[in-house]
């Protein structure tokens, strides 16, 4: 908004013995302008702020379209209208007064001894001079607004601005809630007024709302990153020295909130290397070590979460994305709960170090801030709890895990492997698959020709670990049932079922055959 004179502040300069004839409702409208014009119709020329200076010598003859001129002055916004009366009219003709009071537009009468070159350069005077204080107020409160960031962080800052610009400041945080205001203690009313005036995304904004309050907004951004709004509340829309002022706040608040940013993505960086360095074998570790401890639960141990992308889903192309992002999703839970970040990631997966009493916990948040689309394309292994000094065992114990966990599903521990781990595992599963096709078989055709269920049974009797009771209630055949087809398998299968290592080989080659039962 330009710098403005009202148009009582004119009619206030006694020299100039400037009267007012009609329009007392206007007199609080600014003037930004004087002109002087004997033009029939000079409404088209103008755009608003203007105080028109006229001796009516293109004046319409007619009353009626003397009343038009004025109209048409009104309609295009002007402050006011100078008529200067002792030389085309003697007096303001009394239809332009009865047409300035209906349309409350001041109507001043100037004297003839009063030129309208004074009346000019006297409010161009005021505007200047008021323009020289408000950048002189501006050079005065920037550097106290540059020092505040540095003494006293947000709530300085909008303090010394909220008291520059002689208005209500606001610093909302990208939730909407407020970090710091001027005055400190600011109404429940004014921050409602922000918050329904902020346009979400828009780098800067000003809104005009019908209390007759101005709300001018600029967004606290770094790249792509928002750090929240700066919101001043006024009377008046800001002068351009104000809006200068209010992105230099802007600015300093912005480099403010950014560095714990800063300062946090380098701890990140400097835990993956750490992290990466342990997993890779490198010599000299103590330093690593040393910064690895941060991980660690009060009892020196930790958990190891890996996150592996599934090659089902993912092309090659897509992996190192989908790990980036997954990655930023843990980085932003980690520092959520103010943990240190541990990350490392390989060609296909990323290592994430726990504590190791609270891991359970911090793993099944990590969980929930990935985006569904991610987890349903990964797979997700947790180690048991270790000495930090057993880091790579925890982590090859969790990259067990998830190569066996399904895609979308809450972490695999490792601890729930037991008893299945040899069915679980590339060469000794393909040992036991091709052990069951080959050593089955005779039970298997025996059931397809008669109808009997001899491996159901003898599955049964071996998970049973050979009680013919447990395994016939199993099954729901009489104990005398269940010795006659568990004989009959025997003979088949040309084995004794007595030794236990048989039974054990027979049974993980039946659970090879059936991996979902």
């Known amino acids: 908004m330009p710098v403005t004179v009202p148009v009582r502040w004119v009619l206030d300069q006694a020299d100039l013995r400037i009267r007012l004839r009609g329009g007392a409702a206007g007199v609080g409208g600014e003037i930004s302008l004087v002109l002087t014009t004997e033009l029939a119709d000079p409404a088209k020329w103008l755009s608003g702020g203007e105080l028109v200076l006229t001796t009516g010598i293109s004046l319409p003859p007619a009353a009626a379209d003397r009343r038009q001129y004025l109209r048409r002055l009104h309609e295009s916004g002007v402050a006011g209208v100078g008529f200067g009366t002792g030389l085309t009219f003697d007096d303001v003709p009394e239809e332009l007064v009865t047409a300035a009071e209906e349309l409350g537009l001041p109507l001043l009468e100037i004297p003839l001894r009063t030129p309208f070159a004074a009346v000019v350069q006297r409010v161009g005077s005021r505007i200047a001079a008021l323009q020289y204080d408000a950048v002189l107020r501006a050079s005065r409160a920037q550097p106290r607004i540059t020092r505040a960031v540095v003494s006293g962080g947000p709530q300085e800052v909008a303090a010394e601005l909220g008291r520059a610009l002689r208005a209500s400041v606001v610093v909302l945080d990208p939730s909407g809630t407020v970090i710091a205001s001027h005055p400190r203690n600011l109404n429940v009313t004014t921050v409602n007024l922000v918050r329904d005036a902020i346009e979400p995304g828009a780098a800067s904004a000003v809104a005009v709302l019908a209390e007759g309050v101005t709300v001018a907004q600029q967004s606290i951004r770094v790249g792509g990153r928002s750090h929240g709004v700066l919101a001043v509340v006024s009377e008046t829309a800001l002068s351009p020295v104000d809006q200068v002022l209010l992105g230099?706040?802007?600015?300093?608040?912005?480099?403010?909130?950014?560095?714990?940013?800063?300062?946090?993505?380098?701890?990140?960086?400097?835990?993956?290397?750490?992290?990466?360095?342990?997993?890779?074998?490198?010599?000299?570790?103590?330093?690593?070590?040393?910064?690895?401890?941060?991980?660690?639960?009060?009892?020196?141990?930790?958990?190891?979460?890996?996150?592996?992308?599934?090659?089902?889903?993912?092309?090659?192309?897509?992996?190192?994305?989908?790990l980036k992002k997954v990655n930023t999703a843990i980085l932003d839970e980690l520092d959520?709960?103010?943990?240190?970040?541990?990350?490392?990631?390989?060609?296909?997966?990323?290592?994430?170090?726990?504590?190791?009493?609270?891991?359970?916990?911090?793993?099944?948040?990590?969980?929930?801030?990935?985006?569904?689309?991610?987890?349903?394309?990964?797979?997700?292994?947790?180690?048991?709890?270790?000495?930090?000094?057993?880091?790579?065992?925890?982590?090859?114990?969790?990259?067990?895990?998830?190569?066996?966990?399904?895609?979308?599903?809450?972490?695999?521990?490792?601890?729930?492997?037991?008893?299945?781990?040899?069915?679980?595992?590339?060469?000794?599963?393909?040992?036991?698959?091709?052990?069951?096709?080959?050593?089955?078989?005779?039970?298997?055709?025996?059931?397809a020709e008669f109808g009997t269920g001899l491996l159901t049974s003898l599955r049964a009797f071996l998970e049973a670990n050979g009680h013919w009771e447990s395994a016939a209630a199993a099954v729901g055949v009489h104990r005398h049932t269940m010795r006659k087809r568990i004989e009959t398998a025997e003979a088949l299968l040309g084995c004794d079922l007595a030794i236990a290592r048989v039974r054990a080989e027979l049974l993980l080659a039946i659970l090879a055959r059936t991996p979902g039962d």
Not at 304 to 310: K, P, R, T
């Open 336 to 447: 959520q709960a103010g943990q240190p970040a541990f990350v490392h990631g390989a060609d296909n997966w990323l290592a994430v170090l726990l504590p190791g009493a609270e891991a359970e916990e911090i793993a099944a948040a990590l969980v929930t801030r990935i985006d569904a689309s991610l987890r349903r394309t990964i797979r997700l292994g947790l180690s048991g709890i270790q000495p930090l000094a057993k880091l790579g065992e925890a982590v090859d114990n969790a990259r067990l895990a998830a190569s066996v966990a399904e895609c979308g599903r809450p972490p695999i521990e490792f601890s729930a492997l037991a008893g299945s781990a040899l069915l679980a595992f590339g060469e000794s599963r393909d040992v036991l698959v091709a052990l069951g096709a080959a050593v089955l078989t005779p039970v298997l055709d025996h059931d």
């Open 248 to 322: 230099h706040a802007t600015s300093l608040l912005a480099l403010d909130f950014e560095k714990p940013v800063r300062l946090k993505e380098a701890q990140q960086r400097l835990n993956e290397q750490a992290l990466g360095l342990i997993l890779t074998g490198e010599a000299n570790l103590e330093p690593a070590w040393a910064q690895l401890a941060q991980a660690a639960d009060h009892r020196g141990r930790i958990r190891v979460l890996v996150v592996q992308a599934d090659s089902d889903t993912n092309a090659e192309a897509d992996t190192a994305n989908l």
